[in-house]
C-alpha cells in the first residue's frame, strides 16, 4: 500500500537554526498538510497546501514557518530560525479528492538544543 | 472552533477483553477520525465515518451524529492492540481537530 515518507526520523538542530523537514506524500493525493505534536499533548494543525498554494493555516504557522512543493513529489516544511519551543513530533499527511481519509507519514522529531 | 474530548484518558485491561474508547465533540462536522498512535510516534488511520457503524476485523466504530458522539470499540483484546487512539474531526473542508488520545495498555 502507498505510504507517506518522512526523513529525517529524528533531526537535532540548535536553536536559532533553520530546519528543513520533508515529506514525499503519496503520488496522486492533492491535498497535503503538516501537524505537530509537542510531547504529551495533542496533535496540532499547522498548514493545509493545496493546488501548489496555502489553502488554511494556524495561527502557530508564524512568518518563521514556510511550506513548498518544489518538485512535484516532495512538500518540505522549513522553520527559519527554531526556538526551543518547536521541539515537538511533525507529521506530514495527504490525502486524495473528494471524501478521501488522510494518510499520515511515521513523522520527524525534531528536537531543538 | 471544535472541541474533542475522549475518555477514559487511560485504559488498562486484560488479554481477551471488550474495549470501548469514547469521543464526543462540540459543532456538527462532516466526518470523524479514528487513529491509533504506535509507541515510535506513527499514526495510522483506522476509520472515517460520517453515519452509523463501520467495522475492520476486531475493531468496530460507531458514530451518533444528533448527540456528537462516536465509540471506538475491540473485541478480544490483544497485547498488540496497545498504543494510543486518538479521534479526531474535519473542521471545514481542510483540517483535521484532535482530542487528547487514549493510552491503551492490554495486558497478557
Known amino acids: 500500500e502507498p505510504e507517506v515518507t518522512q526523513t529525517p526520523s529524528h533531526q537535532v538542530t540548535q536553536m536559532g537554526q533553520e530546519v528543513i523537514l520533508r515529506c514525499v506524500p503519496i503520488s496522486n493525493h492533492l491535498y497535503f498538510y503538516w501537524y505537530r505534536q509537542i510531547l504529551g499533548q495533542k496533535v496540532e494543525f499547522l498548514v493545509s497546501?493545496?493546488?501548489?498554494?496555502?489553502?488554511?493555516k494556524s495561527e502557530i504557522f508564524d512568518d518563521q514557518f514556510s511550506v513548498e512543493r518544489p518538485d512535484g513529489s516532495n512538500f518540505t516544511l522549513k522553520i527559519r530560525s527554531t526556538k526551543l519551543e518547536d521541539s515537538a513530533m511533525y507529521f506530514c499527511?495527504?490525502?486524495?479528492?473528494?471524501?478521501?481519509?488522510?494518510?499520515f507519514g511515521d513523522g520527524t522529531r525534531l528536537s531543538i538544543l | 472552533k471544535n472541541e474533542v474530548e475522549q475518555s477514559p484518558q487511560n485504559l488498562t485491561a486484560q488479554e481477551g477483553e471488550f474495549i470501548t474508547i469514547n469521543c464526543s465533540y462540540s459543532v456538527g462536522i462532516s466526518a470523524l477520525h479514528w487513529l491509533q498512535q504506535h509507541p515510535g510516534g506513527g499514526i495510522v488511520s483506522l476509520f472515517m465515518l460520517s453515519s452509523g457503524k463501520k467495522k475492520h476485523g476486531r475493531l468496530i466504530a460507531t458514530i451518533n451524529i444528533q448527540e456528537k458522539h462516536s465509540s471506538l470499540h475491540i473485541t478480544a483484546s490483544h497485547p498488540r492492540d496497545s498504543a494510543v487512539y486518538i479521534c479526531?474531526?474535519?473542521?471545514?473542508?481542510?483540517?483535521?481537530?484532535f482530542g487528547q488520545g487514549t493510552r491503551l495498555t492490554i495486558n497478557p
Open positions: 479526531a474531526v474535519n473542521e471545514g473542508a481542510q483540517k483535521l481537530v
Open positions: 497546501f493545496y493546488n501548489n498554494e496555502i489553502s488554511e
Open positions: 499527511a495527504s490525502r486524495g479528492g473528494g471524501n478521501q481519509p488522510q494518510h
